[in-house]
């Protein structure tokens, strides 16, 4: 697996050194074409959820849009993989039987990590609905710090000493950015009828583990596997829209028995699902021309625009503390992307990918260290 990544990696740098100043310009444009799309997908997502929830009016079902997601998530990659058998249905038929059927004890590996992401994604909601967007951005950085730490004891990965004191910067400054906030909490910008900021904090802290839990574990069990990502996000969204059902049985069941699944359901909360559904998918893509100081650089703008979209949107004060905090964590997301001195390994890549998407069940850091493969190995397929 790791040398799948990494030739993957020398062969993009190999292009750029004998590709035609033309193709150079091409490559150029790629890679901010795909910092933009980073940037946009990042934070338009949290932005948009934030502002949905904080609407007067009916209020949607959270535990519906979760599994509406994964729902699309999965239609999206069946289609994906429809076209890369160019059409051919019995080929298709019997990939897909063999893959989830057939290796059912493959399948049954994703059960864990898909229950954990169902976990998070309907705690994000809780999260954001509770939480200025803005400080939401900056504490769910902490993902970065719980991946780092379950890679270290569940894979034996080393980080290199600027990767370790990124992690203390960012702890540092999420703790600045919490305390500020404690210091608002009777202040209007986070209170409110409906909101809890404290909810809301120990549900990003929660979501914070389960994503470095599951994207450690997602990543143990895609080593050695020949399944493509395609595929792999197939049999997540089966079981996270299975336990996304149950949740929201239990949850929302009578509310949603009386009410209807698509209550409250507007063309905003529709763009909020797509984003979810979409965008995950989308980064997968996109980060085949996006470097890890890209993405660092991605995760960090995408800061600084939900912060002054939080000011004109949602009224949101910023003041030192926070601007101190928030930069201490935009410094340390970028750090922690450089690269190491010495050879690459696969969890750099994997570990500083920021792009963790609220409804995709794969986020992009896993996606990216397959992407290479998998499309040697379809071909195989």
């Avoid at 074409?33 to 959820?49: D, K, M, P, R, Y």
């Amino acid at each position: 697996m790791a040398g799948g990544n990494n030739n993957g990696q020398g062969t993009g740098v190999g292009e750029e050194k004998t590709a035609s100043p033309r193709q150079s310009e091409v490559n150029r444009k790629l890679k901010y074409i795909s910092l933009a799309i980073l940037v946009v997908q990042n934070a338009s997502l949290i932005l948009s959820i934030r502002y949905v929830r904080t609407l007067p009016g009916d209020r949607f079902f959270t535990t519906s849009a979760v599994v509406m997601a994964e729902v699309l998530k999965v239609l999206t990659c069946l289609l994906i993989i429809l076209f890369q058998r160019k059409g051919n249905l019995k080929e298709f038929i019997v990939l897909q039987y063999n893959s989830i059927v057939i290796q059912y004890k493959d399948t049954l590996k994703l059960a864990v990590p898909a229950l954990i992401y169902t976990l998070q994604n309907n705690l994000q909601y809780v999260a954001i609905s509770n939480l200025p967007a803005a400080t939401f951005q900056v504490t769910y950085q902490l993902k970065i710090l719980t991946t780092a730490l379950f890679s270290v004891l569940m894979l034996r990965k080393s980080l290199s000493r600027i990767q370790w004191l990124s992690l203390l910067l960012l702890f540092a400054g999420v703790a600045i950015v919490q305390l500020e906030q404690e210091g608002k909490q009777k202040e209007t910008t986070v209170t409110g009828p409906s909101q809890n900021y404290a909810k809301g904090l120990v549900a990003v802290i929660v979501s914070c583990l389960s994503s470095g839990f599951a994207g450690v574990y997602f990543e143990k069990i895609l080593k050695g596997s020949s399944a493509s990502v395609w595929m792999r996000n197939i049999q997540l969204g089966i079981f996270g829209t299975l336990l996304g059902l149950l949740g929201m049985w239990w949850n929302d069941g009578l509310a949603i028995a009386e009410k209807g699944f698509l209550f409250g359901y507007t063309p905003m909360v529709w763009g909020v699902i797509f984003n979810q559904a979409f965008g995950g998918l989308l980064v997968a893509v996109v980060v085949k021309y996006a470097d890890n100081i890209l993405k660092g650089f991605a995760t960090s703008f995408s800061i600084i625009v939900s912060t002054v979209v939080s000011v004109y949107l949602f009224g949101f004060h910023v003041d030192l503390l926070f601007t101190l905090g928030a930069g201490l964590v935009i410094g340390a997301v970028y750090m922690y992307s450089l690269p190491k001195a010495a050879a690459p390994s696969p969890s750099t890549a994997t570990l500083s990918s920021s792009s963790h998407s609220l409804a995709d069940g794969v986020g992009d850091s896993e996606t990216e260290a397959f992407l290479p493969k998998s499309s040697e190995k379809e071909k195989g397929c």
